[in-house]
């Protein structure tokens, strides 16, 4: 029995033109795919064809993407697998409703900053949320059980490992401009310049890698990103467990995204002056992407066997 060697862990988005701001974009998460493979292709190009022989027993291989990637050249169509698998947890969320576990994509831990008035009452997170996804879908692939369930369940880890390193779907705001909680930053609004429009938060930090959907530029947005980062150099790879690296987003959301609580913006819908983002996220956001990369690399921890 052999381990899957990688599943994609850098920055995905969500489409936000289509659902409220709750996820990385469907864009990222395709350059999230595209890594997985080209790092798969690299370093165990063995592992692919076990990986590609999972997810075709996902319903969606038969019914959407296939016609996708019979279109392709024989050589783009395993990467192009793994880009739509990396992006179906958001793909079901209109399409297969009772599928779509949307407290799966996030777990709000509560963030008060100091100051706060004893009035603010943090909310604990879902008990049903990514980590309690991680470990379901886990136990589904050691499971051997039916072959449709498996490549759900690998379809699912494609997507989490990205998710669960956006810092912003690991933590809620709760002050008193947010008494009921800003649910990850979807309910702030920001300017990320003087003159720019009023942003949700979280939105501002889904899409600072791409939201283009154009699948070259994907391609070429991955392996760009697998030149400039190398994996030798993370102490954070000592790290091996979904909930640490859920606390290390949580900690950038506090020290980066929300600057250590000084953040306030507009609660969304309110009419007035929304606040200055005063520290763009791009820093930190790109960390937390060399990290995903350095953990696609090294996910032999994880002990997903696949066949």
Not at 204 to 209: A, R, Y
Not at 257 to 285: D, F, H
Request: include cysteine; glycine fraction near 6%; charge should be neutral.
């Amino acid at each position: 029995m052999k381990e899957l060697t990688t599943i994609a862990l850098s920055l995905i988005i969500f489409t936000l033109s289509l659902f409220d701001a709750v996820a990385w974009n469907i864009p990222t998460h395709m350059v999230n795919g595209a890594i997985t493979y080209q790092l798969l292709y690299r370093d165990s190009p063995a592992t692919i064809p076990k990986v590609r022989a999972i997810l075709e027993k996902n319903s969606w291989y038969a019914d959407r993407w296939r016609d996708d990637i019979t279109k392709l050249s024989d050589s783009q169509r395993d990467e192009m697998l793994f880009m739509l698998a990396a992006r179906w947890a958001d793909d079901i969320r209109n399409r297969n409703p009772s599928e779509s576990h949307p407290t799966w994509h996030f777990i709000n831990w509560p963030f008060k900053p100091e100051g706060e008035p004893e009035s603010v009452k943090p909310l604990p997170p879902n008990p049903d949320n990514i980590l309690t996804a991680f470990g379901e879908n886990q136990r589904v692939i050691r499971s051997k059980g039916p072959d449709d369930k498996r490549g759900v369940a690998l379809a699912w880890l494609f997507h989490l490992v990205g998710d669960i390193h956006q810092p912003l779907h690991t933590i809620q705001l709760f002050t008193r401009e947010y008494p009921n909680g800003d649910r990850g930053g979807n309910e702030m609004c920001v300017r990320a310049s003087l003159n720019g429009a009023p942003i949700e938060l979280h939105r501002l930090w889904d899409g600072v890698i791409t939201s283009s959907g154009n699948i070259n530029r994907i391609r070429n947005i991955a392996s760009d990103l697998l030149r400039r980062f190398s994996t030798s150099s993370f102490r954070e790879l000592d790290h091996s467990e979904p909930e640490a690296w859920a606390k290390e987003s949580y900690e950038i959301a506090v020290k980066t995204a929300y600057e250590n609580g000084s953040l306030r913006g507009t609660p969304k819908g309110q009419r007035r002056i929304v606040g200055l983002l005063m520290q763009q996220p791009i820093s930190a956001t790109v960390m937390r992407l060399r990290l995903g990369l350095s953990r696609t690399v090294e996910c032999t921890w994880l002990d997903w066997p696949i066949c």
